[in-house]
């Protein structure tokens, strides 16, 4: 099932996408009359019954209903699925080929920091770009949604804390992230974390483990791998985290960007410019799109 949310009629809803439309849980609950989650947020707190209520009366809608709770692509407003989320764990270097185009060591144990929740935003909105940030780049990540919460999660149990899957954009000003030598505040401007088209549950991504990931620029082919290149898996990722800190449901967690990012391409960089469009696209999820815009003085 993919999860999005999303505005139609100048009306904020969630719902399940179906090829290139969308069914309305909102819209669901006033045909059926049955009470579902009133966000996605509280959906992925109750996860498997939920969805499984979900599933039963996307089954049981009679035509006239389906049709009336159903909005075709072109004509709704897709947003990021999760806006407000506890926390945005992200990881560097977690990806063999990306390690080796800028010739770094792999590192022991995940290389994390955070992305504050005033980077969201939607797909196929605006990438700002401040003026003094010289050296904009992308990064395509697999970004795991945490369902259920835990600590010390063994690798052999994290696939059950896990809801689903979307993509992220970890956008950086490689200008500043180099300068101050730590990553936080080159990727933490606002609109640096472009996240959707969508969540797909869990169930629905057999192995995340081995998931086609690429991105292009105005078309043109940037990166080309798959999560099967990721040093640490996305259960191993699980693993290691909560270790660290208790994992919340609705905590987005970006597993790292394989190789083709701009600040490595040779013969020499490609940095992002006003007007460029960067489409990410994960085997199993969909596309994220986005463009940039030059921040207004």
């Known amino acids: 099932m993919k999860i999005v949310r999303f505005m139609a009629e100048g009306k ?9 439309n969308v069914v309305s849980i909102t819209e669901i609950m006033h045909f059926t009359q049955r009470m579902f989650p009133q966000t996605i947020e509280e959906l992925i707190s109750k996860k498997l019954e939920a969805l499984s209520n979900i599933e039963d009366a ?18 709704i407003e897709l947003l990021a699925p999760i ?5 945005i764990i992200c990881l560097g270097l977690n990806y063999y080929d990306h390690a080796a185009e800028q010739d770094a060591k792999i590192p022991e144990e995940p290389i994390i920091f955070f992305k504050p929740r005033t980077t969201i935003t939607d797909p196929n909105k605006p990438i ?28 052999t149990q994290a696939k059950h804390h896990i809801f689903g899957y979307t993509i992220l954009n970890d ?17 933490s401007f606002d609109t640096f974390a472009p996240i959707g088209p969508c969540i797909t549950t869990a169930d629905q991504i057999k192995n995340p483990n081995n998931l086609k990931i690429k991105t292009w620029v105005n078309n043109e082919p940037r990166q080309n791998s798959s999560t099967k290149n990721m040093v640490f898996n996305v259960y191993e990722i699980i693993y290691h985290l909560s270790k660290v800190m208790t994992l919340e449901p609705c905590d987005i967690i970006a597993t790292g960007t394989p190789a083709g990012v701009g600040v490595f391409m040779k013969p020499k960089p490609k940095f992002l410019q006003p007007n460029d469009r960067v489409i990410i696209e994960i085997q199993g999820i969909g596309r994220l799109e986005n463009f940039v815009v030059e921040a207004s003085s």
């Open 128 to 155: 700002i770009k401040p003026k003094f940030v010289k050296k904009l780049d992308y990064e395509a990540e697999l970004a795991i949604v945490i369902g259920k919460g835990g600590k010390n999660i063994p690798i």
């Open 83 to 87: 806006r407000n989320p506890p926390k």
């Open 12 to 20: 904020e809803h969630y719902g399940v996408m179906e090829d290139k």
């Open 58 to 75: 996307l089954k049981s809608l009679d035509i006239k209903a389906k049709e009336a709770s159903t909005y075709k692509l072109n004509e």
């Open 171 to 187: 956008v950086s000003a490689r200008d500043i992230q180099f300068k101050d030598k730590q990553w936080s505040r080159g990727k």
